[in-house]
């Protein structure tokens, strides 16, 4: 019942910024738990964010807290990732999902996903 698009992603350089955007549709989005993950070119997708269906619970992967914001407006339907200080090693896909709780870290815990926006770290 929520279907999720991704924007936001490009090229920056080691240390800049980018805020990512996940637009959903669907009546339903403000009773989900969101999260973001990445996947790397030949690694598994991993954690990166989540939040709960409220926006004041916030969860994030150690490599990522201090560096990244995840929020969302429950009034435009959208997610966001805010990413600063970014790393070469940040180079990824990165996907929105929606899910049952905040607290799962594991991309089999969300039931719904969009289809990803290329984020690239140059050196």
């Known amino acids: 019942q929520v279907q999720l698009v991704e924007s936001g992603g490009g090229l920056v350089q080691t240390g800049g910024s980018l805020r990512l955007s996940c637009a959903a549709s669907?009546?339903?989005?403000?009773?989900?738990?969101m999260g973001w993950f990445r996947q790397a070119p030949g690694k598994e997708r991993e954690f990166v964010a989540s939040?709960?269906?409220?926006?004041?619970?916030?969860d994030y992967a150690d490599s990522e807290k201090g560096r990244f914001t995840i929020s969302r407006d429950n009034a435009q339907n959208t997610v966001y990732l805010q990413m600063n200080s970014l790393k070469p090693e940040d180079t990824a896909v990165y996907y929105c999902?929606?899910?049952?709780?905040?607290?799962?870290?594991?991309?089999?815990?969300?039931?719904?996903w969009g289809q990803g926006t290329q984020v690239t770290v140059s050196s």
């Open positions: 999902a929606a899910g049952r709780s905040y607290r799962y870290t594991l991309s089999n815990a969300y039931a719904h």
């Open positions: 939040i709960n269906w409220s926006g004041g619970l916030t």
């Open positions: 669907g009546r339903t989005f403000s009773s989900y738990a």
